[in-house]
């Protein structure tokens, strides 16, 4: 089995403008069933509950994610490019909420 490529920093995605064409779709999980990434963010590999998937008409993703960065008892929702080299799938949840 071939070893995983060296991760690097999640990139953060900046909030959809209507300058980059029509809005995402976004696709959604209850709270109860969320997957769970680990996402590389600081230098470490941090567990992130997800919240959403947003898909762009030019083809890009995102993924919405609480995380745990200035403390370990509050998490904070930030969104990321998706990037299999900075996200590893931690948990599997169950199918996302019909849009």
Known sequence: MPTPPEPHEAVEAPPWNPGQGPPPTVQTW???????????ICGEWRRC???ALHH????????QVDVHLESDTSYQARA????????RIAAAGNPPLEP
């Open 80 to 87: 990321y490019r998706w990037d299999p080299d900075a996200m």
């Open 30 to 40: 209850p709270r109860t069933s969320r997957p769970a990434l680990r996402v590389f």
């Open 56 to 63: 762009y008409a030019d083809g890009r993703r995102a993924v």
């Open 49 to 51: 509950p997800v919240i």
